[in-house]
């Protein structure tokens, strides 16, 4: 299962509350595992919601970008959970194809842009040194503004967070989510 075992039903009104103000208002899983095993610490489940909200609304970061460089995070991190989630929702809707989402895992070579290209080494460089050189936020630069730049370094030290707290709990893939590609 997990290593913390989710808040089980019946829950109480606060808890479903909680619960079910993650995700997108159109989607169409069980609330998450990994939402069901945070809201054992409300106070904590409602902080991190907040922020990872603030990335999905009012954002200027154009959605494929970001959902690259989420997919991109959770697969050098090998959080199946996350991915496995990311590319089943979000893909989709971001226009990122299932064989992209997969070769953000297995390296499998792709049609990316020159762009997306540089936008993927930028997350391996973030990953890598946890900081981008003068030359990776100029390449950036080309097609994403300073504002952009810095929702992008958020989204990705988000999702490394993220990740970590899936790796960390162990949690298994759910039955709707894409499960990890096989290089």
Known sequence: MSRVAPLAPPWSEQD????????HPDRTYEPL???????????????????????????????R???????????????????????AFWGPIAGVS???????????????????????????????????????WNALGNRLSDEQRMELLIAVGWYRTICTLCNGLDLPVEGWMRAWPQA
């Not at 970008?65 to 590319?87: F, K, M, N, P």
């Open 65 to 87: 970008v970001r959902t690259i460089a989420i997919l991109r995070i959770c697969a050098l991190l090998g959080c199946a959970y996350e991915w496995g989630g990311q590319a």
């Open 16 to 23: 479903a509350a909680g619960i079910n103000s993650w995700g």
């Open 33 to 63: 595992l990994l939402v069901r095993c945070l809201q054992r610490h409300p106070a904590l489940a409602a902080k991190l919601r907040t922020l990872g909200e603030a990335l999905y609304l009012d954002t200027k970061l154009p959605p």
């Open 98 to 136: 299932e064989d992209e989402c997969d070769a953000l895992v297995t390296g499998a070579d792709t049609a990316w842009s020159d762009d997306e290209r540089v936008l993927i080494a930028a997350v391996d460089e973030l990953e890598r040194s946890g900081t981008w050189t003068t030359s990776t």
